[in-house]
């Protein structure tokens, strides 16, 4: 049994009065529709005296709008629709594997106790390990190629920090400017190997390019065509080469630019036949890379 704060709902008093004196093992704050945070009765008992019931009402708040903002991005629920079953975060002394991993329950230590239950923490600080987790439970299988398991769920981890948390991207300090720069230089140095080197900081420092270029309307459209029939004409086969020149057309469509020369200046293997299908298109030639 969980001792369950439910701010949006349930009357204060009740869950303030069940959280004092239940003898539950687990506590539970619900974002209603979206998210359950498990933590022992002892963590929420200490995030209650130190933030008050006005703190965890808060901080409820803020994840729903983390949630939605997780939800627009990747294109769930864009119709209005609920989703199908709320994510459910939940921190213990044991886990399966790493300090904090995906799936359902997402699991983490105690110690990320703070960066999903302080709402003081997560405003001025943000909560980078939760997010990236959440994120991972979004990723959509057909817009996934190699080098970008790492990388497309922090792209819209960088999008909730910058929209609704408004923290600087160099909370994570590998998104510091220099350190983009430093592992940029060194993935030309080696030669650009897609293959080898092309995942998680460097991978998405690419992504974080295009958006500073076009903001982030591109891809929050691009993953509302993913789930379209549309989408899978262009993932016919199902290969790693095919999702990679659907990510290239569809993008390239998204902002009405032939962005074949960007990609090809980071490295990416890029189909012949897409090369021909988008030359209709402006090229873009002033792009990050092309210095």
């Not at 899978?232 to 086969?237: F, K, R, S, V």
């Amino acid at each position: 049994a969980a001792a369950a704060a439910d701010v949006e709902s349930s009357p204060e008093s009740l869950w303030l009065d069940e959280l004092r004196t239940t003898r539950a093992p687990m506590f539970e704050l619900r974002v209603p529709g979206q998210l359950v945070i498990a933590a022992p009765t002892e963590i929420g008992r200490r995030r209650l005296m130190l933030q008050g019931p006005a703190g965890l009402v808060r901080l409820a708040r803020l994840w729903l709008k983390i949630m939605i903002a997780i939800n627009e991005f990747h294109g769930v629920c864009s119709g209005g629709e609920e989703r199908p079953r709320e994510e459910r975060i939940v921190l213990d002394k044991a886990i399966s594997t790493g300090s904090m991993h995906s799936g359902y329950p997402i699991m983490g230590y105690l110690d990320y106790d703070e960066c999903l239950l302080s709402v003081d923490k997560v405003l001025n600080k943000g909560s980078w390990g939760p997010i990236h987790e959440l994120c991972h439970n979004h990723q959509w299988r057909l817009s996934e190629f190699s080098g970008t398991v790492e990388a497309s769920n922090n792209l819209p981890n960088v999008f909730v920090h910058d929209t609704i948390l408004r923290v600087s991207r160099s909370c994570h300090p590998s998104l510091a400017p220099e350190s983009r720069q430093s592992q940029r230089q060194a993935y030309i140095a080696a030669g650009k190997r897609f293959d080898a080197d092309w995942n998680v900081w460097v991978a998405l420092d690419t992504f974080l390019q295009l958006q500073e270029t076009f903001g982030w309307e591109p891809f929050k459209a691009l993953n509302r065509t993913y789930r379209t029939e549309e989408a899978l004409t262009h993932l016919a086969d199902g290969s790693d080469q095919s999702r990679i020149d659907a990510y290239l057309k569809l993008l390239s469509v998204q902002v009405s630019l032939n962005l074949t020369p960007f990609f090809l200046a980071w490295g990416f293997p890029i189909s012949e036949a897409v090369q021909a299908e988008l030359s209709s298109l402006p090229e873009w030639r002033d792009h990050p890379m092309s210095g």
